[in-house]
């Protein structure tokens, strides 16, 4: 089984604190991405990253930046928490060269979430 | 601009009777489509995808059903179980393109005993 971890499952971080939030991937997945969930908007894609080193903007990237440094862990930085970014973040991964191949690199494996509180 | 609606927020239903999910897409490049259910405090987990060359897929009480034409896909629970009360998210891709998954808002759904 695909599993994904991410480090926190609860956060609660003041105005202006430095924020990161660990993802951990197991199965060797190319391709990792950062997701905030809130109520009435679904999930809205943070970033993502292709492959190690490699980083593209999603669609509300603005407060926010990442680090992959190796291919299993892709990390959310939170450069100065604002109250707005309270959320539920999630972190996936999606095996897209891999034995898995052919449609079935369409599908992402999601983490347990962590939810972050500032105050 | 909203490429994939859910237009219930909520739905409820009765044990054992069908629970009838719908989505709409704008995009007509895209191809391949996901539903996800996901539990509260929990991360979204795969339930099925049918890829644009196909107008149907089942696996077990799970059915998705694809009418290009509409830009309408439908997920049909038989029977519906309380544990299957959850928010449903549909979600669609454009393979070879930006391959980011563009999700809906997702359909709250309650299974009543």
């Known amino acids: 089984d695909v599993k994904v971890t991410q480090s926190s499952r609860y956060l609660v971080k003041r105005t202006g604190e430095k924020v990161f939030l660990e993802c951990v991937q197991d199965?060797?997945?190319?391709?990792m991405f950062w997701y905030r969930q809130d109520p009435g908007l679904g999930l809205r894609l943070i970033y993502f990253s292709y492959d190690v080193k490699m980083k593209e903007k999603g669609d509300i990237p603005e407060g926010y930046s990442v680090s992959r440094e190796k291919k299993e862990r892709f990390s959310l930085i939170l450069e100065s928490a604002s109250t707005n970014q309270t959320s539920m973040y999630l972190c996936?991964?999606?095996?897209?060269?891999?034995?898995?191949?052919?449609?079935?690199?369409?599908?992402?494996?999601f983490g347990a979430g962590t939810r972050l509180s500032v105050l | 601009d909203q490429q994939v609606k859910q237009n219930s927020p909520s739905l409820s239903v009765q044990e054992g009777r069908i629970s009838i999910l719908n989505c709409d897409y704008t995009?007509?490049?895209?191809?391949?489509f996901l539903w996800y259910k996901k539990y509260p405090a929990e991360g979204p987990t795969f339930l099925i995808s049918?890829?644009?060359?196909?107008d149907k897929n089942e696996d077990g009480r799970f059915t998705v059903f694809l009418n290009k034409s509409a830009k309408h896909l439908s997920l049909h629970i038989v029977p519906s179980q309380p544990g299957d009360s959850a928010v449903y998210f549909c979600?669609?891709?454009?393979?070879?393109?930006?391959?980011?998954?563009?999700f809906g808002k997702g359909t709250k759904l309650t299974v009543n005993p």
């Open positions: 049918i890829s644009s060359i196909k």
């Open positions: 996936a991964s999606r095996n897209f060269r891999g034995l898995a191949g052919g449609l079935g690199k369409n599908i992402q494996y």
């Open positions: 995009n007509s490049m895209f191809d391949y």
């Open positions: 199965m060797d997945h190319e391709n």
């Open positions: 979600a669609s891709i454009t393979q070879g393109g930006s391959e980011k998954l563009v």
